[in-house]
């Protein structure tokens, strides 16, 4: 059974730094993509970052710069790195990793971040 741990959120100050961690286990597939999504009250859920196929990188244009997210394939851990935070970036944040059928889409529980002016 596919499991996706989150940590690390919190709250911050605008200008301050956070890192979330994903924690995964039960992965035996193949994975296709590793992102971070973020959805604020009120508003659709929206992609954040992407790690795709041979490691392409991908960021929604708010966040690039900014955000970094990145992998640790030995301790099946997926990272983003937050700098210089806004109170936009306010939501709560999902890890999400996908593998080679529709059936592999699997999410975390999601972490609260919260950046006050």
């Known amino acids: 059974q596919v499991q996706l741990v989150e940590s690390g959120g919190g709250l911050v100050e605008a200008g301050g730094s956070l890192r979330l961690s994903c924690a995964a286990s039960?992965?035996?597939?193949?994975?296709?993509?590793i992102a971070w999504y973020r959805q604020a009250p009120g508003k659709q859920r929206e992609l954040v970052a992407v790690?795709?196929?041979?490691?392409?990188?991908d960021y929604l244009p708010s966040v690039k710069g900014r955000f970094t997210i990145s992998r640790d394939i030995a301790k099946n851990t997926m990272y983003l790195q937050m700098n210089s935070l806004k109170p936009g970036d306010t939501a709560v944040y999902s890890c999400?990793?996908?593998?080679?059928?529709?059936?592999?889409?699997?999410w975390g529980q999601g972490t609260q971040v919260t950046v006050s002016s």
């Open positions: 039960g992965i035996t597939f193949s994975i296709s993509a």
């Open positions: 999400n990793i996908r593998g080679p059928s529709l059936s592999h889409n699997y």
């Open positions: 790690i795709g196929n041979g490691g392409v990188t």
